[in-house]
Protein backbone atom coordinates (compact mmCIF):
# COMPACT_ATOMS: atom_id res chain seq x y z
CA UNK A 1 0.00 0.00 0.00
CA UNK A 2 1.34 3.27 -1.12
CA UNK A 3 0.57 6.80 0.57
CA UNK A 4 1.30 9.77 -1.26
CA UNK A 5 1.72 13.50 0.53
CA UNK A 6 2.04 15.84 -1.88
CA UNK A 7 1.70 20.04 -2.08
CA UNK A 8 3.60 20.89 1.87
CA UNK A 9 6.56 22.29 2.87
CA UNK A 10 8.93 19.25 4.30
CA UNK A 11 10.92 19.88 7.61
CA UNK A 12 13.35 16.58 7.39
CA UNK A 13 14.22 16.33 11.16
CA UNK A 14 18.00 16.97 9.77
CA UNK A 15 18.00 20.79 10.68
CA UNK A 16 17.70 21.58 7.00
CA UNK A 17 15.10 24.54 5.94
CA UNK A 18 11.85 23.60 4.95
CA UNK A 19 11.53 23.16 1.26
CA UNK A 20 8.55 21.96 -0.46
CA UNK A 21 8.35 18.68 -1.60
CA UNK A 22 6.20 14.89 -1.53
CA UNK A 23 6.41 12.40 -0.06
CA UNK A 24 6.11 9.01 -0.77
CA UNK A 25 5.11 5.86 1.34
CA UNK A 26 5.43 2.36 0.79
CA UNK A 27 3.93 0.16 4.10
CA UNK A 28 6.10 1.28 7.20
CA UNK A 29 8.50 3.53 5.26
CA UNK A 30 9.55 6.42 3.27
CA UNK A 31 10.67 5.10 0.18
CA UNK A 32 10.84 8.43 -2.10
CA UNK A 33 11.04 12.63 -1.17
CA UNK A 34 10.65 15.56 -3.43
CA UNK A 35 10.60 14.99 -7.65
CA UNK A 36 11.78 11.65 -7.27
CA UNK A 37 8.41 10.71 -5.29
CA UNK A 38 5.91 12.99 -8.04
CA UNK A 39 7.80 10.38 -10.73
CA UNK A 40 7.15 7.19 -8.81
CA UNK A 41 3.92 7.56 -7.95
CA UNK A 42 2.88 8.14 -11.37
CA UNK A 43 3.35 4.56 -12.15
CA UNK A 44 1.10 3.45 -9.42
CA UNK A 45 -2.57 2.13 -9.39
CA UNK A 46 -3.48 2.03 -5.46
CA UNK A 47 -2.54 5.02 -4.11
CA UNK A 48 -3.52 6.69 -0.89
CA UNK A 49 -3.60 10.65 -1.60
CA UNK A 50 -3.08 13.39 1.08
CA UNK A 51 -3.36 16.66 -0.14
CA UNK A 52 -0.75 18.93 2.79
CA UNK A 53 -1.19 22.30 0.76
CA UNK A 54 -0.31 25.07 3.23
CA UNK A 55 0.70 21.80 5.68
CA UNK A 56 4.24 21.65 7.27
CA UNK A 57 5.38 17.67 6.97
CA UNK A 58 7.70 16.44 9.43
CA UNK A 59 8.70 13.87 11.23
CA UNK A 60 6.29 12.47 14.11
CA UNK A 61 7.47 13.74 17.50
CA UNK A 62 9.85 11.81 19.69
CA UNK A 63 9.07 12.37 23.51
CA UNK A 64 12.07 10.82 24.87
CA UNK A 65 11.13 11.08 28.77
CA UNK A 66 8.00 10.36 28.81
CA UNK A 67 6.48 8.03 32.15
CA UNK A 68 2.95 6.02 30.39
CA UNK A 69 2.58 4.58 33.08
CA UNK A 70 2.03 7.23 35.93
CA UNK A 71 -1.39 8.65 34.88
CA UNK A 72 -0.68 12.64 35.61
CA UNK A 73 0.13 11.73 39.28
CA UNK A 74 0.59 14.37 41.59
CA UNK A 75 3.35 12.90 43.55
CA UNK A 76 6.05 9.55 44.63
CA UNK A 77 3.21 8.86 47.31
CA UNK A 78 0.62 8.32 44.53
CA UNK A 79 2.82 6.15 42.05
CA UNK A 80 4.60 4.47 45.06
CA UNK A 81 1.10 3.26 46.93
CA UNK A 82 -2.09 3.98 45.09
CA UNK A 83 -1.68 2.32 42.07
CA UNK A 84 -2.52 -0.94 40.47
CA UNK A 85 -0.74 -3.35 38.10
CA UNK A 86 -3.48 -4.03 35.87
CA UNK A 87 -5.26 -1.22 35.96
CA UNK A 88 -2.06 1.00 35.47
CA UNK A 89 -1.85 -0.78 32.57
CA UNK A 90 -5.30 -0.18 31.00
CA UNK A 91 -4.66 3.56 31.98
CA UNK A 92 -1.50 3.84 30.30
CA UNK A 93 -3.08 2.88 26.98
CA UNK A 94 -5.52 5.05 27.38
CA UNK A 95 -2.92 7.91 27.83
CA UNK A 96 -0.95 6.23 25.54
CA UNK A 97 -3.57 7.70 22.63
CA UNK A 98 -3.73 10.99 24.00
CA UNK A 99 -0.02 11.16 23.27
CA UNK A 100 -0.63 10.50 19.85
CA UNK A 101 -2.84 13.13 19.12
CA UNK A 102 -0.60 15.64 20.15
CA UNK A 103 1.81 14.37 17.42
CA UNK A 104 4.40 12.10 19.33
CA UNK A 105 4.63 8.97 17.22
CA UNK A 106 7.39 7.35 19.74
CA UNK A 107 8.43 7.82 23.54
CA UNK A 108 11.21 6.78 25.48
CA UNK A 109 9.55 5.63 28.76
CA UNK A 110 12.52 5.27 31.65
CA UNK A 111 10.59 3.83 34.38
CA UNK A 112 7.20 2.45 34.96
CA UNK A 113 5.00 1.45 38.02
CA UNK A 114 4.94 -2.61 37.96
CA UNK A 115 7.84 -2.25 34.78
CA UNK A 116 4.07 -2.81 32.66
CA UNK A 117 5.52 0.05 30.13
CA UNK A 118 7.01 -3.40 28.55
CA UNK A 119 3.80 -5.03 28.10
CA UNK A 120 2.48 -1.87 26.98
CA UNK A 121 5.30 -1.97 23.94
CA UNK A 122 4.54 -5.14 23.38
CA UNK A 123 1.07 -4.80 22.79
CA UNK A 124 1.46 -1.86 20.71
CA UNK A 125 3.55 -3.25 18.53
CA UNK A 126 1.76 -6.26 18.36
CA UNK A 127 -1.43 -4.42 17.31
CA UNK A 128 -3.50 -4.85 20.22
CA UNK A 129 -3.71 -1.42 21.13
CA UNK A 130 -2.75 1.67 19.48
CA UNK A 131 -0.10 3.75 21.21
CA UNK A 132 3.43 5.61 19.97
CA UNK A 133 6.27 3.36 19.21
CA UNK A 134 7.85 2.08 22.73
CA UNK A 135 11.48 2.04 24.14
CA UNK A 136 11.49 1.43 27.85
CA UNK A 137 13.43 0.97 31.10
CA UNK A 138 12.04 -1.20 33.71
CA UNK A 139 12.37 -0.41 37.23
CA UNK A 140 14.79 2.43 38.24
CA UNK A 141 18.15 0.83 40.12
CA UNK A 142 18.07 3.09 43.02
CA UNK A 143 20.51 2.49 46.50
CA UNK A 144 18.54 2.00 49.90
CA UNK A 145 20.41 5.65 51.01
CA UNK A 146 17.15 7.95 49.66
CA UNK A 147 17.17 7.63 45.65
CA UNK A 148 15.28 10.34 44.33
CA UNK A 149 12.44 10.21 46.69
CA UNK A 150 14.05 10.74 50.23
CA UNK A 151 12.24 8.49 52.83
CA UNK A 152 9.78 7.23 50.97
CA UNK A 153 12.54 5.10 49.66
CA UNK A 154 12.31 1.55 50.99
CA UNK A 155 15.19 -0.29 52.71
CA UNK A 156 14.75 -3.00 49.82
CA UNK A 157 12.62 -4.48 46.97
CA UNK A 158 10.16 -3.12 44.54
CA UNK A 159 8.20 -0.03 44.94
CA UNK A 160 6.31 1.71 42.61
CA UNK A 161 8.94 2.55 39.67
CA UNK A 162 12.21 1.51 41.34
CA UNK A 163 14.16 -1.22 42.62
CA UNK A 164 16.58 -1.05 45.69
CA UNK A 165 19.70 -2.84 44.91
CA UNK A 166 22.73 -3.78 47.80
CA UNK A 167 25.93 -4.80 46.75
CA UNK A 168 27.40 -6.52 43.92
CA UNK A 169 24.72 -9.42 43.30
CA UNK A 170 21.83 -8.00 43.46
CA UNK A 171 22.82 -5.52 40.85
CA UNK A 172 24.15 -7.96 38.70
CA UNK A 173 21.39 -10.11 39.48
CA UNK A 174 18.73 -7.12 38.65
CA UNK A 175 20.54 -6.13 35.44
CA UNK A 176 20.47 -9.70 34.13
CA UNK A 177 16.80 -10.03 35.19
CA UNK A 178 15.35 -6.98 33.77
CA UNK A 179 17.20 -7.54 30.27
CA UNK A 180 16.08 -11.27 29.73
CA UNK A 181 12.71 -9.70 30.83
CA UNK A 182 12.89 -7.11 27.72
CA UNK A 183 14.24 -3.36 28.53
CA UNK A 184 15.69 -1.73 26.24
CA UNK A 185 17.52 0.52 28.18
CA UNK A 186 18.80 0.11 32.42
CA UNK A 187 17.47 3.02 34.51
CA UNK A 188 19.73 3.98 36.84
CA UNK A 189 18.47 6.98 39.35
CA UNK A 190 22.39 7.86 40.17
CA UNK A 191 21.60 10.54 42.47
CA UNK A 192 19.14 11.49 44.87
CA UNK A 193 18.20 13.49 48.54
CA UNK A 194 19.20 11.60 51.24
CA UNK A 195 16.09 12.66 53.90
CA UNK A 196 18.81 13.94 56.87
CA UNK A 197 21.20 15.67 54.13
CA UNK A 198 18.31 16.79 51.97
CA UNK A 199 19.56 20.78 52.64
CA UNK A 200 22.78 19.63 50.49
CA UNK A 201 20.39 18.63 47.67
CA UNK A 202 20.93 15.62 44.98
CA UNK A 203 24.01 13.47 45.63
CA UNK A 204 25.22 10.85 44.12
CA UNK A 205 24.51 7.78 46.10
CA UNK A 206 26.47 4.83 43.86
CA UNK A 207 29.92 4.31 44.60
CA UNK A 208 31.99 4.40 41.26
CA UNK A 209 33.25 1.08 41.50
CA UNK A 210 28.84 0.27 41.48
CA UNK A 211 28.44 1.94 38.65
CA UNK A 212 31.05 0.25 36.81
CA UNK A 213 29.19 -3.11 37.25
CA UNK A 214 26.08 -2.11 36.24
CA UNK A 215 27.47 -0.98 32.87
CA UNK A 216 29.84 -3.16 32.48
CA UNK A 217 27.36 -6.46 33.01
CA UNK A 218 24.36 -4.30 30.91
CA UNK A 219 27.19 -3.36 27.70
CA UNK A 220 28.24 -7.25 28.04
CA UNK A 221 24.76 -7.72 26.56
CA UNK A 222 24.42 -5.07 24.71
CA UNK A 223 21.70 -2.95 26.84
CA UNK A 224 22.46 0.63 27.16
CA UNK A 225 22.57 2.21 30.15
CA UNK A 226 20.70 5.65 31.28
CA UNK A 227 21.29 7.59 34.45
CA UNK A 228 18.94 10.35 36.62
CA UNK A 229 22.09 12.72 37.81
CA UNK A 230 21.62 15.97 39.62
CA UNK A 231 24.70 17.54 40.71
CA UNK A 232 28.46 17.06 39.49
CA UNK A 233 29.23 14.24 41.27
CA UNK A 234 26.56 12.28 40.24
CA UNK A 235 27.63 13.18 36.23
CA UNK A 236 31.17 12.80 36.05
CA UNK A 237 30.70 9.36 37.92
CA UNK A 238 28.07 7.88 35.10
CA UNK A 239 30.47 9.48 32.60
CA UNK A 240 33.32 7.53 34.41
CA UNK A 241 31.64 4.61 34.14
CA UNK A 242 30.35 4.59 30.45
CA UNK A 243 26.49 5.62 30.88
CA UNK A 244 24.76 5.94 27.08
CA UNK A 245 22.71 8.97 28.39
CA UNK A 246 21.90 11.10 31.14
CA UNK A 247 18.83 12.72 32.05
CA UNK A 248 18.76 16.46 34.03
CA UNK A 249 22.37 17.00 33.90
CA UNK A 250 22.04 19.47 35.96
CA UNK A 251 24.00 21.86 38.76
CA UNK A 252 27.47 20.42 36.55
CA UNK A 253 30.78 22.05 37.70
CA UNK A 254 33.65 22.96 34.94
CA UNK A 255 35.10 19.08 35.16
CA UNK A 256 31.44 17.58 34.60
CA UNK A 257 30.73 19.43 31.43
CA UNK A 258 34.28 18.85 30.04
CA UNK A 259 33.89 14.25 30.97
CA UNK A 260 30.32 14.97 29.25
CA UNK A 261 31.88 16.85 26.12
CA UNK A 262 34.96 14.74 25.54
CA UNK A 263 32.77 11.41 26.09
CA UNK A 264 29.97 13.04 23.99
CA UNK A 265 26.98 11.98 26.10
CA UNK A 266 23.27 12.31 24.51
CA UNK A 267 22.39 14.73 27.80
CA UNK A 268 18.39 14.69 28.29
CA UNK A 269 18.09 18.16 29.99
CA UNK A 270 14.30 17.70 30.98
CA UNK A 271 13.49 20.87 32.45
CA UNK A 272 9.58 20.94 31.34
CA UNK A 273 8.67 20.49 34.71
CA UNK A 274 10.29 23.00 35.86
CA UNK A 275 9.49 25.62 33.36
CA UNK A 276 5.82 24.57 33.93
CA UNK A 277 6.38 25.14 37.47
CA UNK A 278 8.34 27.97 37.07
CA UNK A 279 5.70 30.15 34.85
CA UNK A 280 2.71 28.39 35.69
CA UNK A 281 3.34 27.40 39.55
CA UNK A 282 1.92 31.16 40.80
CA UNK A 283 -1.49 30.25 38.87
CA UNK A 284 -2.12 26.94 40.64
CA UNK A 285 -0.80 27.50 43.99
CA UNK A 286 2.50 26.58 44.20
CA UNK A 287 5.03 27.99 47.22
CA UNK A 288 6.91 30.89 45.67
CA UNK A 289 10.20 28.69 47.40
CA UNK A 290 9.61 26.37 44.66
CA UNK A 291 8.74 28.48 42.27
CA UNK A 292 12.10 30.06 42.56
CA UNK A 293 13.77 26.58 42.73
CA UNK A 294 13.04 25.40 39.96
CA UNK A 295 13.73 29.03 38.25
CA UNK A 296 17.11 28.40 39.51
CA UNK A 297 17.92 24.85 38.52
CA UNK A 298 16.68 26.04 34.45
CA UNK A 299 18.71 29.39 35.14
CA UNK A 300 22.40 27.15 36.14
CA UNK A 301 21.86 24.92 33.42
CA UNK A 302 22.12 27.69 30.75
CA UNK A 303 25.51 28.23 30.50
CA UNK A 304 26.34 24.83 30.67
CA UNK A 305 24.05 23.23 28.13
CA UNK A 306 25.15 26.30 25.84
CA UNK A 307 29.05 24.56 26.16
CA UNK A 308 27.66 21.00 25.27
CA UNK A 309 25.24 21.96 22.13
CA UNK A 310 28.54 24.35 20.94
CA UNK A 311 30.52 21.39 21.57
CA UNK A 312 28.17 19.58 19.48
CA UNK A 313 26.77 16.97 22.36
CA UNK A 314 23.50 16.17 20.58
CA UNK A 315 20.63 17.22 22.89
CA UNK A 316 17.98 14.88 23.70
CA UNK A 317 14.69 16.44 24.00
CA UNK A 318 11.62 15.24 26.73
CA UNK A 319 8.87 16.55 28.66
CA UNK A 320 8.77 13.78 31.81
CA UNK A 321 5.13 13.66 31.00
CA UNK A 322 2.85 11.54 33.50
CA UNK A 323 2.59 14.25 36.22
CA UNK A 324 -0.21 16.57 36.95
CA UNK A 325 2.73 19.49 36.20
CA UNK A 326 2.97 17.91 33.07
CA UNK A 327 -0.21 15.96 31.88
CA UNK A 328 0.03 13.52 28.84
CA UNK A 329 -1.21 15.31 25.45
CA UNK A 330 -0.56 19.18 26.46
CA UNK A 331 3.16 19.67 27.25
CA UNK A 332 5.41 17.37 24.53
CA UNK A 333 6.69 20.39 22.52
CA UNK A 334 7.73 22.30 25.76
CA UNK A 335 10.67 20.88 26.07
CA UNK A 336 11.67 22.49 22.48
CA UNK A 337 10.53 25.75 23.74
CA UNK A 338 13.11 25.72 26.46
CA UNK A 339 15.93 24.73 24.20
CA UNK A 340 14.94 27.18 22.17
CA UNK A 341 14.64 30.41 24.79
CA UNK A 342 17.20 29.51 27.15
CA UNK A 343 19.65 27.39 25.50
CA UNK A 344 19.55 30.01 22.14
CA UNK A 345 18.57 26.45 20.24
CA UNK A 346 16.74 27.66 16.52
CA UNK A 347 13.16 26.18 16.12
CA UNK A 348 14.54 23.77 13.37
CA UNK A 349 17.43 23.26 15.74
CA UNK A 350 15.34 22.35 18.62
CA UNK A 351 13.12 19.84 16.12
CA UNK A 352 15.98 17.96 15.33
CA UNK A 353 16.62 17.58 18.85
CA UNK A 354 12.86 16.20 19.10
CA UNK A 355 13.29 14.18 15.85
CA UNK A 356 16.44 12.67 14.35
CA UNK A 357 18.33 13.33 17.66
CA UNK A 358 15.72 11.74 19.73
CA UNK A 359 16.17 8.64 17.57
CA UNK A 360 18.77 7.67 19.58
CA UNK A 361 16.78 7.21 22.69
CA UNK A 362 14.95 4.75 20.57
CA UNK A 363 17.65 3.35 19.63
CA UNK A 364 16.81 4.15 15.89
CA UNK A 365 19.42 6.25 15.15
CA UNK A 366 19.49 6.68 11.31
CA UNK A 367 15.88 5.51 10.95
CA UNK A 368 13.65 7.42 12.62
CA UNK A 369 12.57 11.31 12.95
CA UNK A 370 13.83 12.17 9.36
CA UNK A 371 11.59 12.32 6.43
CA UNK A 372 14.19 10.28 4.26
CA UNK A 373 13.63 7.32 1.96
CA UNK A 374 14.57 4.36 3.86
CA UNK A 375 13.37 5.62 7.41
CA UNK A 376 10.34 4.62 9.11
CA UNK A 377 7.36 6.22 7.94
CA UNK A 378 6.06 8.28 11.41
CA UNK A 379 4.65 12.08 10.05
CA UNK A 380 3.01 15.16 11.36
CA UNK A 381 1.05 17.16 8.79
CA UNK A 382 0.66 20.54 10.81
CA UNK A 383 -0.93 23.59 9.69
CA UNK A 384 1.78 26.83 9.73
CA UNK A 385 5.20 26.88 9.74
CA UNK A 386 6.98 25.68 13.29
CA UNK A 387 10.56 26.46 11.88
CA UNK A 388 9.30 29.96 12.89
CA UNK A 389 7.42 29.11 15.39
CA UNK A 390 8.24 26.45 18.01
CA UNK A 391 4.82 26.87 19.62
CA UNK A 392 2.91 25.61 16.91
CA UNK A 393 4.34 22.16 17.73
CA UNK A 394 1.89 22.73 20.99
CA UNK A 395 -1.64 23.17 19.49
CA UNK A 396 -3.44 19.93 18.43
CA UNK A 397 -5.68 21.70 17.00
CA UNK A 398 -3.39 22.43 14.42
CA UNK A 399 -2.66 18.47 13.84
CA UNK A 400 -4.35 17.51 10.28
CA UNK A 401 -2.56 14.48 9.91
CA UNK A 402 -0.37 11.80 11.96
CA UNK A 403 0.95 8.96 10.16
CA UNK A 404 2.38 5.70 12.40
CA UNK A 405 4.67 2.97 10.39
CA UNK A 406 3.02 4.00 7.60
CA UNK A 407 -0.29 4.43 8.82
CA UNK A 408 -2.70 7.50 8.90
CA UNK A 409 -3.82 7.70 12.55
CA UNK A 410 -7.72 8.55 13.96
CA UNK A 411 -7.59 11.37 15.46
CA UNK A 412 -10.71 11.38 16.47
CA UNK A 413 -11.77 13.08 20.14
CA UNK A 414 -11.08 10.26 22.81
CA UNK A 415 -14.13 9.48 25.18
CA UNK A 416 -13.94 11.05 28.49
CA UNK A 417 -13.69 9.02 31.71
CA UNK A 418 -14.20 9.84 35.38
CA UNK A 419 -11.76 9.41 38.13
CA UNK A 420 -11.33 6.12 39.50
CA UNK A 421 -11.59 5.40 43.27
CA UNK A 422 -8.55 4.33 45.22
CA UNK A 423 -6.30 6.41 42.35
CA UNK A 424 -5.19 9.39 43.90
CA UNK A 425 -3.73 10.56 47.12
CA UNK A 426 -7.23 10.55 49.54
CA UNK A 427 -6.95 13.72 52.16
CA UNK A 428 -9.02 15.19 54.86
CA UNK A 429 -8.77 18.80 53.48
CA UNK A 430 -7.16 21.65 54.58
CA UNK A 431 -5.82 22.24 58.44
CA UNK A 432 -8.60 22.89 60.89
CA UNK A 433 -6.47 25.95 62.80
CA UNK A 434 -8.73 27.04 65.36
CA UNK A 435 -8.49 30.41 64.14
CA UNK A 436 -9.70 29.95 60.50
CA UNK A 437 -12.51 27.66 61.24
CA UNK A 438 -13.97 29.53 64.64
CA UNK A 439 -12.62 33.64 64.08
CA UNK A 440 -14.67 34.05 67.45
CA UNK A 441 -12.88 32.50 69.71
CA UNK A 442 -9.52 34.14 69.30
ZN1 LIG B 1 11.59 10.62 34.77
Known sequence: MHLYIHGGQVIDGTGEVPFAASVLVRDDKIVAVGQEADQQVMHLDQVKRIDASGLTVMPGLIDSHCHLSFDDASSNLEIFHQRRN???AL??????????????TSILDPDSVFANSLDLRDAINAGYVEGPRMACGAYALITGVGGTAGNLIADEGVTGYYRVVHGENEIIREVRRQIKEGVDWIKV???????????????????????????EVAHDMGVPVMGHCRGAEAVKRAVKADFDMLFHATGMDEEAVKAVIDKRIPVCPSLTFQANIADFGAQIGTSQALIDLFKNE???????????????VPLICGSESGFTAVPYGDWHHREMEVFVKYFGMTPLQAIRSATADNAFAMKMSGELGLIKPGCYADILCIEGDPSQQISLLGETRLIHHVIKNGQQLDL????????????????????????AVMPAFN
Not at 91 to 104: P, Q
Not at 298 to 306: A, H, R, T
Not at 412 to 435: C, V
Open 298 to 312: IQESVEPMKRLIAAG
Open 412 to 435: SPLPAHTRLSGWHIPTMGQRISKS
Open 91 to 104: VASYNAKKVLRAGV
Open 189 to 215: HVSGVVPHYAHLGERCSWSQKELDLVC
Open 86 to 88: ALS
